[in-house]
């Protein structure tokens, strides 16, 4: 074991732990009432979780220059397919659900058979 392998390692570990603060974040801000912000505030946490599993588990921090290119690309599609998605429904009327008032079951006709001949 060389002398600088501890290093990855306590790396590793310490954005595990970042990452389980950022799990306590979410959970907890749950249980804090923030309107409309509490979306906002854990879709920021879930992007700060995404980046340190992108940078440090997925190295792209080390990558070479088309890894982090591919990687880029693909976080732009995403962006843009959620884009493109929220204008579809932002976009769309909302109608109420047709209410239909319960009809009286009429009974049926009496049949008649028909003559022989």
Known sequence: MKAGSA?????????????????AA???????????????ANLAIAALKTLLVGIFFM?????????????????FMLVLLFALASTDYFNRRMHAAPWQEPRQVHPALPRTRPKNG
Do not use: C, E, Q
């Open 7 to 23: 290093k990855p390692y306590r790396r590793n570990l310490a954005v595990w732990i970042a990452l389980l603060a950022l799990l």
């Open 26 to 40: 979410t959970a907890g801000s749950a249980f804090i009432p923030m309107g409309a912000w509490n979306g906002v």
């Open 59 to 75: 190295h792209l921090r080390d990558a070479g220059a088309l890894v982090r290119l591919a990687a880029a690309v693909a976080a």
